[in-house]
């Protein structure tokens, strides 16, 4: 494992990042009995989560920590201890990684800010770290980070009060970003929709431990499926793109959603992380070649992974939609169109049987079942309607929009469950608003993910049937 970071020969790594973040030993220097403080939170989500490790509170006026045996200072713990985090002022923060180095731990997390995002005067503190980590092989996390999460291993390893409520959900994505404000609401957002993690990483300002060490180990992870970046900045670019020609060959698909990529936006990364953001276009362009799915919004990388994820990438790029309201349709393919998509040309064999039950006018891609030959809504048809292009072989992935048509909740769910059967890629679009809140219901409980925006179920559509022309040949 290598870092770029500092001068000179690094010292070899204690431990490796599949050690870091499946810790059989955490010490929480700082740690609290104070609810409110950073230190607190920490505990309070191990103990929480019922981590299954060694947990060593450290306070240096405390003989426990929320119930559990606390020590005086870190050299004063059982060691060897694997990761360490630190809660601490900055202007301490790097003798307390010392103490850490000297006490044998194997990483560091550093939750403290202050460092290089404040410019010149955080700077030099930064560069200490650095050096630490050179020297000792100590590996180093952040500063100025929210620790990380590894739902496998019952671990939370962040202050964020989304833990104070939400839970750990396994799956098999993994998740790097910069921000740890925005790490923690896209697990938020992404476990309300049934998504899980293998981890999720805040990364901070990187001043040792930087993107791609986390993204090899997600290569080299087979629990991982799919990879989802949110960067401010690559400090090492041709590293990443030689992982990223890796994760290629690994089947993983890499998405990437690159900050900074205007002239505000990189102003703003460097007071958020003390980032450089760098010339995007040339960049961009370099990661496209190698597969990296180039991604408009945070969550839709996230949708988009677990899509493909659940049915793999599509074997053609054409859209087949299906709604009951033409107007509805009139709208959805001139966005489809806007968006550089295409719908597909209906098979004979798909004619014939659209032809059972649609009048002749409506046989074609897209779906109006409101020309259904009989008068009333009939979740068969639906059925049949969903099975027809999601079987069709000129069509690549599926694109449901949803109106108020009766018998709404149960219709819904059966063109939810007939696609998921299927298992071709489709996106799910409701257009209502609380009308619909029943058949929301009723296709989340089938395990369907579902979007309330047409923008990003086009958006998650786009990359879906990207990812499908970057693995032809």
């Known amino acids: 494992m290598s870092s770029t970071t500092g001068t000179g020969t ?15 030993s955490v010490a929480v220097v700082g740690a609290s009995n104070t609810p409110g403080k950073f230190g607190y939170g920490i505990t309070h989500h191990l103990i929480k989560f019922k981590f299954p490790g060694v947990l060593l509170p450290i306070n240096a ?70 050096e630490i980590a050179r020297e000792t092989g100590m590996r180093i996390l952040g500063p100025n980070c929210m620790g990380f999460m590894t739902p496998p291993a019952a671990l939370a390893l962040t202050s964020s009060v989304v833990f104070d409520n939400n839970v750990l959900v396994p799956g098999p994505i993994g998740l790097i970003s910069q921000s740890g404000g925005l790490m923690v609401s896209l697990y938020d957002r992404a476990t309300t929709a049934g998504i899980g993690f293998t981890a999720s990483i805040s990364l901070g300002n990187q001043c040792d431990l930087e993107i791609s060490d986390f993204l090899e180990f997600f290569i080299e992870d087979p629990n991982t499926k799919a990879v989802c970046i949110y960067a401010e900045e690559v400090k090492d670019r041709p590293r990443f793109l030689e992982m990223a020609e890796r994760c290629r060959a690994a089947q993983k698909p890499l998405f990437l959603y690159k900050a900074g990529r205007t002239a505000a936006g990189a ?51 054409e859209v087949g939609l299906i709604s009951p309201s033409g107007g509805s349709l009139t709208v959805t393919t001139d966005r489809v169109y806007e968006k550089g998509l295409r719908l597909g ?29 009989g008068k009333s809504s009939s979740v068969a048809d639906s059925t049949l309607f969903a099975n027809i292009l999601a079987t069709d072989p000129n069509v690549g992935v599926v694109l449901v929009v949803i109106n108020t048509t009766r018998p709404l909740p149960e219709i819904s769910r059966a063109l939810a469950l007939e696609l998921m059967n299927v298992g071709r890629p489709f996106v799910f679009y409701f257009s209502p608003g609380q009308a619909a809140d029943p058949s929301r219901k009723a296709v989340k409980e089938t395990g369907c993910p579902y979007y309330d925006s047409l923008d990003s179920a086009l958006r998650v559509l786009s990359l879906i049937v990207e990812s499908g022309k970057q693995a032809k040949p």
């Open 10 to 24: 690094r010292a070899k790594s204690r431990i490796p990042v599949s050690r870091l973040l499946h810790p059989r």
């Open 61 to 130: 006026t405390s003989a426990e920590i929320q119930g559990v045996k606390a020590y005086p200072s870190i050299d004063a713990a059982p060691g060897p201890v694997d990761l360490a985090l630190i809660a601490l002022p900055a202007a301490v923060v790097p003798q307390a990684c010392r103490d850490c180095a000297k006490a044998g731990v194997g990483a560091v997390v550093i939750a403290s800010v202050g460092f290089s995002e404040l410019g010149e005067e955080g700077r030099p503190l930064q560069q200490e770290l650095t």
């Open 267 to 317: 102003a703003q990364a460097m007071f958020h992380t003390a980032s450089t953001a760098g010339t995007w276009p040339d960049f961009e362009k370099a990661c496209r070649a190698r597969g990296v799915l180039v991604s408009d919004d945070p969550d839709d990388m996230i949708r988009a992974a677990d899509a493909l994820v659940r049915w793999g990438r599509p074997q053609r790029e």
């Open 345 to 373: 040309e209906l098979s004979e064999e798909s004619k014939r049987r659209a032809g059972e039950v649609l009048l002749p006018i409506y046989v074609r891609n897209p779906f109006d079942y409101g020309g259904r030959i």
